[in-house]
C-alpha cells in the first residue's frame, strides 16, 4: 500500500512562495507518475501539476504555468512542488497523488493514491 505525505503548506502573502514536499513511502515510486491537486472550500479538486516517473516529462494548469515548478528525487520517494508569484486565488488544500503507471495525467480518476492534503493560504 502506498501512503503519502505532504508538507510546506502554510500562510504567505500574495506575490510569495512556497515549496510542498511529498514524500512516499511504498514500492513503486521510481516507476509512476505523480501529481498535485488542489481544492479551494466550495469548489470540486482540480489538477495542478503532474510528472512523469522518470521525471522527463512534466504538465500543469493554465493557472499555474510560469509560476510553478514541478520535480521529484526518486532517490528518497519525494516529489516537490515550487509555488511562486502566489495569489490569493491559489488558496486551497494541496493534495499530492500517484498513479500506477509512468505516464504523466492530469484527471484525478487517473491517480490511484493520495495524500492527506496541505493547507496552503494566500493573503492579499
Known amino acids: 500500500q502506498e501512503q503519502l505525505a505532504e508538507s510546506g503548506g502554510g500562510l504567505v502573502q500574495a506575490g510569495g512562495s512556497l515549496t510542498l514536499s511529498c514524500a512516499q513511502s511504498?514500492?513503486?515510486?521510481?516507476?509512476?507518475?505523480m501529481g498535485w491537486f488542489r481544492q479551494a472550500p466550495g469548489k470540486e479538486r482540480e489538477f495542478v501539476a503532474g510528472?512523469?516517473?522518470?521525471?522527463?516529462?512534466?504538465v500543469f494548469a493554465d493557472f499555474v504555468k510560469g509560476r510553478f515548478t514541478i520535480s521529484r528525487v526518486n532517490a528518497n520517494n519525494t516529489v516537490s512542488l515550487r509555488m511562486n508569484s502566489l495569489k490569493p486565488e491559489d488558496t486551497a488544500v494541496y493534495y499530492c497523488?500517484?498513479?500506477?503507471?509512468?505516464?504523466?495525467?492530469?484527471?484525478?480518476?487517473?491517480?490511484?493514491?493520495w495524500g492527506q492534503g496541505t493547507q496552503v493560504t494566500v493573503s492579499s
Open positions: 510528472i512523469s516517473g522518470s521525471g522527463s516529462f512534466t
Open positions: 497523488a500517484t498513479r500506477t503507471v509512468s505516464k504523466a495525467g492530469s484527471q484525478p480518476v487517473e491517480y490511484a493514491y
Open positions: 511504498g514500492r513503486i515510486f521510481g516507476t509512476v507518475a
